[in-house]
């Protein structure tokens, strides 16, 4: 994985286009340089943490404020809303000057990126790793990890087992993806699968699937993103097995969830990520399941994802969100959400897990492996928070659903999500 994300400095004109919307009391507050923010918080005024799925992750965010509120008497307020609803939440808070103290987020809005606060301190001290923080243009860390993802693949061992097929567990022996589909269709066929894998309908699953067929899938060179010949390659594979026996259509024509047709027993392996390994430990009692190790073709290789803590700027908070941060990142504490909920530490830290010990293990080790060479992708969620033309939703997934609704073919494809990604 490439460790360099190149920058490109913000204007300001870009920093206008990032604030328009904000109603002229927010830039007030801004320009007077603190609003208030410096101060220590009122006790009995809570402070919000807005995210999503604390639920789905054994609300171990929950049970960090609970902790944080014993030890401080400081309230945080964790307001779980749809995934679907935060970006829209964020960005109205930030066009009423309304914005939480903290959050949780997946993605950096252009909008609200200027008005995170610097955490260029407690990333050091906390020892983050340096792999996944990445400088906003004017020097500052605006955003840490909460917690790291990994793409990873899951098998119905039953069905496996059922059908006399046998599958690896180790990295070192992976399948190439030419060996993996050929194994689910014998499983499919003898053990009466109705499917031999879904993909969520994602593109930064189907990103890793790229990397493990040698693309860099649209890096960014100097200020335009670029694309290869083992892309197209990737999504021509892709097509080919988007067939209704293989790998159904209705996931990335329809919408049909691939969690819950997996979870069904019906299909012989999903191809997801690490985030859902809690989910299964706690909700599927019907078949045996194991995590796996990814196809390779012929690069061992995973993209990575997760959350950012971030907190935001003259809130009258400022002070107090910082010192809830930093009491996150402490060793013990961490370690102790970690657990809870399922996560992989942005830091060295050694979590023994409650629960699928080997499954964190095979993740941790899929990360430390990964071969590709595409660009850091926790860090590209940063630098594209402040690029010039900064782009929305997924170029990757929306055009690769055209293809397989047959409208355009693989290197059409590519070409629309390049011109996308560059503002076209």
């Known amino acids: 994985m490439s460790e360099k994300t190149i920058f490109t400095q913000l204007s300001r004109r870009q920093l206008g286009k990032a604030v328009f919307g904000l109603s002229a ?13 410096g101060g220590t918080a009122d006790p009995s005024k809570p402070l919000q943490l807005v995210l999503s799925g604390d639920t789905n992750q054994g609300g171990a965010f929950a049970a960090a404020a609970k902790k944080y509120k014993e030890a401080t008497g400081i309230t945080i307020e964790v307001v779980d809303v749809p995934t679907a609803d935060i970006t829209t939440k964020l960005k109205n808070a930030a066009t009423a000057n309304d914005l939480p103290a903290l959050a949780r987020v997946t993605g950096l809005d252009p909008l609200w990126a200027p008005q995170l606060q610097d955490l260029t301190d407690i990333a050091k001290n906390r020892k983050i ?23 990873g693949l ?8 059922k059908a006399g097929v046998t599958f690896p567990t180790e990295i070192a022996n992976s399948w190439t993806w030419d060996e993996f589909v050929a194994a689910v269709t014998e499983v499919r066929e003898k053990a009466g699968a109705k499917y031999g894998v879904v993909m969520d309908r994602s593109g930064h699953r189907l990103r890793a699937m790229m990397y493990q067929f040698g693309s860099t ?13 083992k892309a197209v390659e990737t999504l021509e594979y892709f097509q080919k097995i988007n067939d209704d026996k293989t790998m159904p259509k209705s996931v990335w024509l329809s919408g049909e969830d691939g969690n819950a047709m997996f979870k069904s027993g019906q299909v012989a392996a999903y191809y997801s990520g690490s985030w859902q390994v809690a989910d299964f430990n706690k909700n599927i009692k019907d078949f045996e399941w194991m995590s796996v190790p990814l196809p390779k073709q012929p690069l061992n290789a995973t993209n990575l994802g997760g959350g950012f803590m971030v907190a935001f700027k003259d809130t009258g908070q400022d002070e107090e969100a910082k010192k809830f941060i930093d009491w996150f990142y402490d060793d013990a504490n961490y370690t102790e959400f970690a657990k809870q909920g399922g996560y992989l530490p942005p830091k060295d830290l050694k979590v023994e897990y409650p629960f699928q010990q080997a499954a964190f293990e095979l993740y941790q080790q899929q990360i430390a492996e990964n071969e590709g060479k595409g660009e850091n992708p926790i860090k590209r969620v940063v630098s ?16 690769t659903v055209k293809m397989l609704g047959g409208s355009q073919d693989a290197k059409t494809t590519v070409d629309n999500i390049v011109k996308l990604y560059n503002g076209g």
């Open 25 to 37: 009391a927010t830039l007030a507050l801004s320009a007077c340089g603190g609003g208030g923010g």
């Open 154 to 161: 899951f098998v119905n061992k039953s069905l496996f087992d």
């Open 384 to 399: 594209e928070a402040f690029a010039t033309t900064p782009f929305s939703g997924d170029p990757l997934r929306e055009e």
């Open 217 to 229: 899938a649209f890096p960014k060179e100097g200020d335009k993103y670029t694309s290869d010949d």
């Open 129 to 151: 790793d340096e792999n996944f923080l990445q400088e906003a243009p004017d020097g500052t860390i605006p955003a840490i990890p909460s917690d790291l993802t990994a793409v």
